[in-house]
Nanobody, 119 residues
Framework: VQLVESGGGLVQPGGSLTLSCAAS????????MTWHRQAPGKEREMVAS????????AIADSVKGRFTISRDNTENTVYLQMNNLKPEDTAVYYC?????????????WGKGTLVTVSS
């Protein structure tokens, strides 16, 4: 089981990035998939989340209107499209897969990808 984030990097304010979270060993469409971020010296915060059915999407107020979460079941990958990036979006972005099961919760995390927004 593995979650691998990619797509981070250095971008100027106002720019865009698309993060990818590629899953192996399980299917993203059967899990709640969530993007979190943690900025230096700050607590981790939820950025965007998609239910297993994809019918329910939650976006943090701090990124609403700028970030979009999507999923490609064929590629077994979840994406975070980030537009109009701001310096305060600088953080390590993590992907999480969660599922409640009869034997207990399933909770997978990737190692993160760094996004730096700076001129």
């Amino acid at each position: 089981v593995q979650l691998v984030e990619s797509g981070g990097g250095l971008v100027q304010p106002g720019g865009s990035l698309t993060l990818s979270c590629a899953a192996s060993g399980f299917t993203v469409s059967s899990h709640v998939m969530t993007w979190h971020r943690q900025a230096p010296g700050k607590e981790r915060e939820m950025v965007a989340s998609m239910s297993s059915s994809a019918a329910n999407i939650a976006i943090a107020d701090s990124v609403k209107g700028r970030f979009t979460i999507s999923r490609d079941n064929t590629e077994n990958t979840v994406y975070l499209q980030m537009n109009n990036l701001k310096p305060e979006d600088t953080a390590v972005y993590y992907c999480q897969a969660f599922q409640r099961s009869p034997v207990g919760p399933v909770d997978y995390w990737g190692k993160g990808t760094l996004v730096t927004v700076s001129s």
